[in-house]
């Protein structure tokens, strides 16, 4: 028997993996682990996964299972260390081959190494990299050391010589006989060490995890609203869910492909219309795609103080700046109206992140590992390579040939010019 170890690649769309082992005339078996250690408390103090992408991971995984079970294979749900529980699948199952997405960063790395020295010798592991826009076989550099330093050079590059590859189908319906006992259950919130929560009704992501609601909002956004043919205009909005696609959540966790978005794109520009907000989608897309690459490039380097830079800066971690910033009781309202929206969402505008993370860094020059390690614990959309390179792009570590700080209450005045969006969190937030 064959096994899918699902990681962060919770889809049947456009899934390499399950297609590849679906084909390969064995029966298959898939597993996923909630790692314990994912839900410990990390060196600044905070849950590496708090109760926002947690729920929203409990989503998407129940919603995997049932339509894995709609193609006659059992997602088996651990509560548990891949390296502790799957030596005995291996056994049990009579295991040979096992498919999984390619994760780089030293965590993912580690945990497989474990895994590898837990198990007999002779399974074997198919890793693919299936997270990416611009497949890694396709992009014209020999080498991840050649990746540009800067986005625009990658971006010039790829777009002139690299092809997004087609997104592959759902695999076809095995026979019944593939289909297991499974006693195995999703855990709770609760199981995680985390509370139950109700949904703040100003979330601007007031979504629910899993592929099937990845593809609902696809079809809400881009061809029911057609609020995508706005996109650029819209993109720095704060307030509600139409100002951006609000994807993100569900790239992060790989409930839908960046390819699949892009030929959902490509479909709307055929049938309704072409402009700058409809390429402005995948160009995000393609900076996506760089931090991928420049975490590939630096492997380590990217949760390290000097970042991939070789600026160095006097970095201070002061306790009351600190809570200042995560309380939303700084001087600024517009950084404090942001933080409480991530306080009690889980999320945050691309232009109050930017904000927030230069007003940490470059203002307070605070260690920016714990910003980006609170943003981690927090964001529903968590994704290690996005959020290093976009905090080291922030805090002058990064890419930035530019090496900005934002002026706060210049961005306050246009972004937020009638104090909407930061009424909304501040005064609100007196009667919660
Ligand atoms: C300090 C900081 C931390 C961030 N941390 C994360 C993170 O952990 N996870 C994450 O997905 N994004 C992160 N971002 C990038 C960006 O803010 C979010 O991707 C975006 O706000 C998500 O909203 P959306 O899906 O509506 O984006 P849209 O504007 O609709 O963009 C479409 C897609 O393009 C990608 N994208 C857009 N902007 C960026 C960007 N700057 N960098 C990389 N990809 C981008 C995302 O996948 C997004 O879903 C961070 C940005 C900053 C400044």
Redesign the pocket.
């Known amino acids: 028997m064959d096994l899918v170890w699902f990681r962060n690649d919770l889809r049947i769309r456009d899934n390499s993996n399950l297609i590849d082992a679906s084909g390969a005339g064995e029966s298959i078996l898939a597993v996923y682990f909630f790692d314990p250690r994912h839900y410990q408390i990390d060196e600044f103090g905070f849950k590496k996964t708090e109760k926002y992408r947690a729920q929203f991971l409990l989503e998407t995984v129940s919603d995997l299972k049932e339509n894995l079970n709609n193609l006659n294979i059992s997602l088996l749900v651990y509560l548990g260390k891949p390296e502790d529980i799957l030596p005995e699948l291996i056994e049990k199952y009579d295991i040979k081959n096992i498919y999984l997405q390619k994760e780089w960063t030293s965590e993912e790395a580690a945990v497989l190494l474990n895994v590898q020295q837990n198990i007999p010798q002779g399974i074997k592991f198919i890793e693919k990299y299936d997270q990416f826009l611009w497949h890694p076989d396709d992009i014209p550099y020999n080498h991840f050391s050649q990746i540009p330093k800067v986005f625009t050079n990658f971006r010039k590059t790829c777009e002139k010589h690299t092809s997004v590859r087609p997104a592959k189908k759902i695999p076809k319906k095995l026979s019944q006989e593939n289909r297991l006992d499974n006693t195995t259950h999703i855990p709770s919130l609760q199981s995680l060490g985390l509370e139950h929560f109700k949904r703040d009704s100003r979330s601007a992501f007031p979504f629910k995890g899993g592929e099937n609601q990845a593809l609902e909002r696809i079809q809400s956004y881009f061809f029911k609203s057609k609020n995508l043919k706005n ?1 650029k205009e819209t ?1 720095n909005g704060l307030v509600g869910s139409a100002y ?6 569900w ?2 966790n790989g409930s839908i492909s ?1 390819r699949t978005i892009y030929w959902y794109v490509k479909k709307f520009e055929e049938e309704y219309i072409k402009n700058d907000s409809t390429y402005w ?1 995948i160009f ?2 393609m ?2 795609d760089f ?1 991928k690459y420049i975490s590939l490039k630096h492997g380590d380097s990217i949760f390290k103080i000097n970042g991939i830079s070789t600026a160095t800066y006097e970095w201070k971690s002061n306790n009351s700046i600190r809570k200042e910033w995560i309380d939303g009781a700084t001087k600024y309202s517009f950084v404090n109206a942001n933080m409480i929206e991530l306080a009690k969402t889980g999320w945050m ?2 232009r109050g ?2 904000n927030v ?1 230069s007003f940490w860094s470059k203002e307070n020059q605070q260690d920016w590992r714990i ?2 390690a609170y ?2 614990s927090m ?1 529903i ?3 290690v390579h ?2 290093y ?3 080291m ?2 805090s002058g570590v990064g890419n930035d040939p530019r090496d900005r700080i934002f002026n706060i209450e210049k961005q306050t005045e246009r972004y937020d010019a009638s104090g909407n969006y930061t009424r909304l969190w501040t005064q609100n937030n007196l009667f919660d």
């Open positions: 996109y993109r951006s696609s609000k994807l993100s959540a790239l992060a960046p989608l995000e897309l900076w996506r931090f505008s691309n992140r930017q993370a910003g980006a943003f981690e964001l959309d968590y994704d996005s959020n390179g976009n905090w792009y922030a």
